[in-house]
């Protein structure tokens, strides 16, 4: 496959795409990114070669957003996501992606949808137990599974109305612990070949450029025109991940 230029057609867009998501819009975009690189190579070798780079992104993130980030949201949703990630691990082979992509296609596109037409949203403006251990466990577990944790928590945090550097600092925070969590598994499920390391290893350079694009764009947006940007990102993924999902049915 490294000879194949297909590879780095769809995998350097992909990683990159991946990379301002995690620099500045919370994660949502980044669903895109493994049905891109899906294109040449089987989703679950795609998620497997993503998430070395993905750790080393959120190297950078930390880097980034120390100290800028909402304490209270990451004590609510980081348990819920650590039981997600191991009832992700518990059901590996047995639990549906086109069911999950269904799912988390609804709810993006049902919250989008609401919030760019003033409705009512599914959480609350203020910081809750239930909904942060919920929509945490929602971010875990569709993480660990198909790397689409970013519409959950984006679901979780943008009722909250924080402003664009402190919302992607929180996500960055949470996602950064995540994908940490998430490396054990991966190995014991067997995820992390030789050949997979090496194409993560190929595409690794390209993570802390996403990262500064990302950082660049939050930086010079409003509150305004950031959260409605995040919002159509949402109906867009929630639309891709609803056609996916049926179309696989």
């Not at 990159?16 to 990114?33: E, Q, T």
């Not at 090496?198 to 660049?216: D, E, N, Q, T």
Request: charged share 10%.
């Amino acid at each position: 496959m490294l000879s194949d230029p297909w590879f780095y057609l769809v995998s350097i867009p992909a990683v990159l795409l991946y990379g301002i998501a995690k620099g500045g819009f919370g994660g949502a975009l980044a669903v895109i990114s493994v049905p891109m690189m899906a294109l040449v190579m089987p989703p679950t070798q795609a998620a497997a070669i993503l998430l070395p780079i993905l750790v080393v992104m959120d190297i950078f993130v930390v880097k980034t957003y120390w100290g800028v980030f909402d304490r209270r949201a990451l004590i609510l949703l980081l348990p819920g996501a650590l039981v997600g990630v191991a009832v992700g691990y518990l059901s590996a082979g047995a639990m549906n992606e086109h069911y999950m992509r269904l799912l988390i296609g609804v709810l993006s596109l049902v919250f989008g949808l609401q919030t760019l037409f003033g409705l009512k949203a599914l959480a609350s403006r203020e910081h809750r137990v239930v909904s942060g251990s919920l929509f945490g466990a929602l971010a875990g577990f569709t993480s660990f599974s198909i790397h689409a944790g970013g519409p959950p928590l984006t679901m979780y945090l943008m009722p909250k109305q924080l402003p664009p550097l402190l919302f992607a600092g929180t996500a960055g925070i949470f996602f950064a612990v995540v994908n940490i969590v998430k490396l054990p598994p991966y190995f014991a499920l067997g995820q992390f070949s030789s050949s997979n390391l090496m194409y993560s290893l190929i595409l690794v350079p390209l993570a802390p450029l996403g990262v500064k694009l990302g950082h660049y764009l939050v930086k010079r947006s409003t509150t305004t025109f950031y959260y409605r940007g995040v919002s159509y990102c949402l109906v867009l993924i929630g639309a891709k991940l609803l056609w996916d999902g049926a179309s696989a049915l």
